[in-house]
C-alpha cells in the first residue's frame, strides 16, 4: 500500500495545494455554458420550425419554408402515408 499512499499524497499535492480544482470547476462551468447555449438554439429552432408549419399558408415565404421543412424531415406525412404501418412512431419509413 506504499505506492498508494504516495498516489494519493501527489494527487493532494496537485489538485488541491496548487489550484488543480480550479481548472476541474473552470471546465465544468464551460460545459454548463455550452448545455445551456445549446438548449437555447435548440429551442429557438425548434420553435421557429413549429411556427413555420402551423401557420396559415397564404404568404408565399411560409409555403416555402413549410416546404423546406417537411422536404428536411426523414418521415414527412406523404412518406408515413405510403408506409404498411399506421403508427408514426414506428420506423417503417425510414
Not at 494519493?8 to 495545494?17: A, G, H, K
Not at 471546465?27 to 438548449?39: E, F
Not at 411560409?62 to 405510403?82: A, F, G
Request: with cysteine.
Amino acid at each position: 500500500m506504499g505506492n498508494f499512499d504516495k498516489k494519493l499524497e501527489r494527487f493532494w499535492e496537485v489538485f488541491i495545494e496548487h489550484g488543480g480544482y480550479v481548472k476541474v470547476l473552470t471546465g465544468l462551468q464551460n460545459t454548463v455554458y455550452i448545455a445551456v447555449a445549446g438548449l437555447a438554439i435548440g429551442i429557438l429552432i425548434g420553435t421557429l420550425i413549429a411556427i413555420i408549419r402551423v401557420s396559415p399558408k397564404n404568404n408565399g415565404l411560409l409555403k416555402t419554408l413549410n416546404s423546406l421543412c417537411v422536404s428536411m424531415s426523414d418521415c414527412s406525412e406523404e412518406r408515413r402515408s405510403s408506409c404498411s404501418c399506421s403508427s408514426p412512431t414506428m420506423s417503417c419509413c425510414r
